[in-house]
T-cell receptor
Framework: AQSVTQLDSQVPVFEEAPVELRCNYS??????LFWYVQYPNQGLQLLLK??????LVKGINGFEAEFNKSQTSFHLRKPSVHISDTAEYFC?????????????FGKGTLLTVNP | EAQVTQNPRYLITVTGKKLTVTCSQN?????MSWYRQDPGLGLRQIYY???????DKGDVPEGYKVSRKEKRNFPLILESPSPNQTSLYFC???????????FGPGTRLTVL
């Protein structure tokens, strides 16, 4: 069965610093991977996705993530964060192939960017 | 405007009183899904639907029912709500499977 672990529940950083939000997944088959962002009192919005191909995926707002199959990881990075990046970030996995399109989310990482 | 709508946005009810939360999308999406969000637990998938008349259980389906009689609508039914179903509920849709999902604004449900 698929599962997702987000290793940090909260990550505080200063503005213009780099940030990495960690995500590890568990699955016995090939996977699709996603990062979503939730701003306060809003729904979720897709940041980026990995379906196949290049393991380095670029998303919106300057974020990128790297799929590492051997380490079963999909960490999210940004070289320089802004105050406006303060939000909760969710990693999600879905097992590829077959007819199983169940989507499993991690518990979220709250990114707080301080001035 | 392309969107996913949910109604109601806020609902306070009592244990055992059947309720339905509606979800509608205007993007001709095949895939629709319901999630609940609870503090510290992230989002958990309740049910999803690959297409009309095709539904399947997510990770937490107990106590919920769904139906997909039309492509655009995917209502969530709580036949006998209990306090542990107090939560923030999101509906989402996508063109194909779990590809980029578009989320509704959420429904905050309180069961007393």
């Amino acid at each position: 069965a698929q599962s997702v672990t987000q290793l940090d529940s909260q990550v505080p950083v200063f503005e213009e610093a780099p940030v990495e939000l960690r995500c590890n997944y568990s699955s016995s088959v090939s996977v699709y991977l996603f990062w979503y962002v939730q701003y306060p009192n809003q729904g979720l919005q897709l940041l980026l996705k990995y379906l196949s191909g290049s393991t380095l995926v670029k998303g919106i707002n300057g974020f990128e993530a790297e799929f590492n199959k051997s380490q079963t990881s999909f960490h999210l990075r940004k070289p320089s964060v802004h105050i406006s990046d303060t939000a909760e970030y969710f990693c999600a996995v879905s097992e590829g192939g077959g007819s199983n399109y169940k989507l499993t989310f991690g518990k979220g990482t709250l990114l707080t960017v301080n001035p | 405007e392309a969107q996913v709508t949910q109604n109601p946005r806020y609902l306070i009810t009592v244990t055992g009183k059947k309720l339905t939360v509606t979800c509608s999308q205007n993007m001709n999406h095949e895939y629709m899904s319901w999630y609940r969000q609870d503090p510290g637990l992230g989002l958990r998938q309740i049910y999803y639907s690959m297409n009309v008349e095709v539904t399947d259980k997510g990770d937490v389906p107990e106590g919920y029912k769904v139906s997909r009689k039309e492509k655009r609508n995917f209502p969530l039914i709580l036949e006998s709500p209990s306090p542990n179903q107090t939560s923030l509920y999101f509906c989402a849709s996508s063109f194909w499977g779990p590809n980029e999902q578009f989320f509704g604004p959420g429904t905050r449900l309180t069961v007393l």
